[in-house]
């Protein structure tokens, strides 16, 4: 298997599932407890939305969140043994798939806010779901994307687009074999949005309260036109 593949980042989720979901669970990493967590439910709840799709769910702990405020969430992600969790735990509807499943129309939804929470790290598979995210939202609906801020997570390597060796640094050992992912620039992700049909409606940088640098970069989107 190439070491800086999509197909890697998937191997890679499939063996760290299970710390994973203990360090979500037991609340084990600092910048979402602190930061990234609320700054997600807020950008959601911004849109009032009735409906929820959940790409890259996890265990489902987002879903289960909104469901509390009687949002009707639908979760998915590629790893079984997290759809398992999730499903057990409840909150919303919750299935296996691709995105490159979902990219060839394997998902029916119509729903006000599709969103995806630090789970887009790929390369192709990203770019065809962001191509079918419009079929998949009400008219008005918007697209909203939380990742990692591009300027502060580009360290000490070039600011360009490309693969990156993974790391679980900050994570406890019980985690192996860390995931690549592919670096995009801010500039390449606005650009996949308007590509992708989308127009840019707010782009915020939540702040971490100890480092005070940017914790993640948050977009939001309508179908444009």
């Known amino acids: 298997m190439e ?3 999509d197909a890697k980042i998937v191997d890679s989720w499939q063996k760290n599932a299970l710390p994973w979901i203990s360090a979500v669970r037991e609340e084990q990493i600092d910048s979402r407890n602190l930061v990234t967590n609320q700054a997600i439910i807020d950008a959601i709840l911004s849109r009032s939305p009735n409906s929820v799709l959940d790409i890259g769910c996890g265990e489902g702990w987002l879903a289960r969140e909104l469901a509390g405020r009687g949002i009707h969430v ?3 992600d590629v790893v079984p043994a997290l759809i398992e969790q999730a499903q057990e735990a409840g909150g919303g ?8 499943e979902i990219a060839a129309g394997k998902l029916r939804a119509s729903v006000d806010v599709a969103v995806s929470n630090f789970a887009l790290f790929g390369k192709e598979p990203v770019e065809g ?10 008219p008005r609906g918007s697209f ?3 990742t990692l801020h591009p300027v502060v997570a580009c360290g000490d390597s070039p600011y360009q687009e490309g693969w990156r060796q993974g790391s679980w640094a900050g994570f406890s050992s019980n985690f192996t074999d860390p995931a690549p992912w592919y670096f995009r620039t801010l500039e ?3 650009e996949l949005f308007v590509v992708s049909g989308f127009r840019l409606m707010e782009m915020c940088e939540p702040i971490h309260p100890k480092t005070q640098k940017p914790a993640s970069v948050i977009f939001i989107a309508e179908v444009a036109g």
Do not use: C, D, H, T
Request: aromatic fraction near 16%.
């Open 3 to 5: 070491p800086l593949s």
């Open 74 to 76: 639908m979760g998915v």
């Open 93 to 100: 509807e919750f299935f296996v798939a691709a995105y490159e």
């Open 129 to 138: 779901l962001f191509r079918v995210i419009p079929s998949l939202l009400k």
């Open 144 to 146: 909203i994307v939380q």
């Open 188 to 190: 390449n992700w606005i």
